[in-house]
T-cell receptor, first 113, second 114 residues
Framework: KAGVTQTPRYLIKTRGQQVTLSCSPI?????VSWYQQTPGQGLQFLFE???????NKGNFPGRFSGRQFSNSRSEMNVSTLELGDSALYLC????????????FGPGTRLTVL | QKEVEQDPGPLSVPEGAIVSLNCTYS??????FMWYRQYSRKGPELLMY????GNKEDGRFTAQVDKSSKYISLFIRDSQPSDSATYLC??????????????FGTGTSLTVIP
């Protein structure tokens, strides 16, 4: 079974630009969560999607948004990029079955110049 | 108070040592407990998963959950240089229609010296 895939793996943008990151969950997983990871703040929860609906949202500004498609693939968008948005963005999928395990993708490393 | 507390280390041990990593938590409703291993510049890899209390063993790794003390542990026996990574604990409530959020510790950086 293929794991969680994320594209692109690396991205360099400048301040003020916007960026869209993509995530394909494990086949059959309908729950997708996004996280931001930085050395100073650790792993911070952005949002969770299930069946195309956002169910939970972390404490991030409205510049961070996401969506999920009918095939469970998900995208997140960051508008008006700031230097502080430089981070590893991780997507994780979960079957929400009897075993509530969450599996991560390799991440997208975003650098904002 | 954070939902999950984890000593960030760093922790440095000689090869072959037994490593003990720990997390405490505040929400007694947590039911699912996980340990992740994360190598530098990679995504976290699910290492151990436990439901409710008890022990689980997988090769050199043992996960323990003590719900009465709100304390979870990961033991690594016969540690190897390849175990050098950051270890994250995570936990969650029972998933529901309203959400399935996971709560993470800050991670403990481990170095195993050959």
């Amino acid at each position: 079974k293929a794991g969680v895939t994320q594209t692109p793996r690396y991205l360099i943008k400048t301040r003020g630009q916007q960026v869209t990151l993509s995530c394909s969950p494990i086949s059959g997983h309908r729950s997708v969560s996004w996280y931001q990871q930085t050395p100073g703040q650790g792993l911070q929860f952005l949002f969770e999607y299930f069946s195309e609906t956002q169910r939970n949202k972390g404490n991030f500004p409205g510049r961070f948004s996401g969506r999920q498609f009918s095939n469970s693939r998900s995208e997140m968008n960051v508008s008006t990029l700031e230097l502080g948005d430089s981070a590893l963005y991780l997507c994780a999928s979960n079957s929400q079955g009897a075993d509530n395990e969450q599996f991560f993708g390799p991440g997208t490393r975003l650098t904002v110049l | 108070q954070k939902e999950v507390e984890q000593d960030p280390g760093p922790l440095s041990v000689p090869e072959g040592a037994i490593v003990s990593l720990n997390c405490t938590y505040s929400n007694s409703a947590f039911q699912y407990f996980m340990w992740y291993r994360q190598y530098s510049r990679k995504g976290p890899e699910l290492l151990m998963y436990t439901y409710s209390s008890g022990n689980k063993e997988d090769g050199r790794f043992t996960a323990q959950v003590d719900k009465s003390s709100k304390y979870i542990s990961l033991f690594i026996r016969d540690s190897q240089p390849s175990d050098s990574a950051t270890y994250l604990c995570a936990m969650s409530l029972a998933p529901s229609n309203t959400g399935n959020q996971f709560y993470f510790g800050t991670g403990t950086s481990l170095t195993v010296i050959p």
